[in-house]
């Protein structure tokens, strides 16, 4: 998953991690834990075998 300013998260960082599911077809989730207004930003997945997608996320605390 690649995360705003094309840093790249994985599921070993511990605030920002993603989850990806094969049960009625491919789905992945962005999980954020104490999102801040720093996490904003456009998160984009793109997987090898399926259609890149992105999200723009808007965190307001």
């Known amino acids: 998953m690649v995360g705003q300013e094309n ?3 994985s599921k070993t960082t511990q605030r920002i991690t993603e989850d990806t599911d094969w ?3 491919l789905i992945s ?6 999102a801040t207004p720093n996490d904003s930003g ?4 793109v997987p090898t075998i399926a259609k890149p997608t992105s999200v723009y996320v808007h965190v307001i605390i």
Request: proline share 0%; aromatic share 12%; hydrophobic share 25%.
């Open 29 to 34: 989730r962005l999980k954020i834990r104490r």
């Open 42 to 45: 456009n998160y984009s997945c």
């Open 7 to 9: 840093e790249i998260y």
């Open 23 to 25: 049960a009625d077809g």
